[in-house]
């Protein structure tokens, strides 16, 4: 895995988390990933669980697997609240 496959998964993971946050939070992390894909990924958990944001298995394994490609301590993904899993 490259540094620029982790900002296409970011890219797609903020897609996911429309509705989650607000636009403006969002839209904000967009603009970083190209230039700090880590800030943009810590900022994004953040804005999540600022907003008591549920995500589900899909959303989470992608940030689970972005945070450990950007070397982002793993306490900014896997503080989020997470929808009980309904198989």
């Known amino acids: 895995m490259t540094v620029g ?5 970011l890219f797609d993971a903020l897609e996911q988390c429309r509705g989650l946050i607000p636009e403006d939070r969002r ?5 970083l990933v ?3 894909a880590a800030i943009a990924f810590e900022i994004l958990c953040s804005n999540l669980r600022d907003c008591d944001a549920v995500v589900n298995d899909v959303l989470y394994a ?4 972005v ?3 950007l070397r ?6 896997k503080r ?6 309904r198989g």
């Open 72 to 77: 982002v301590r793993d306490d900014y993904w």
């Open 27 to 31: 839209s904000s992390c967009v603009d």
């Open 62 to 65: 992608k940030l689970e697997r």
């Open 67 to 69: 945070g450990a490609e």
């Open 5 to 9: 496959w982790a900002n296409l998964e």
């Open 80 to 85: 989020l609240s997470r929808a009980p899993y």
């Open 34 to 36: 190209v230039n700090d």
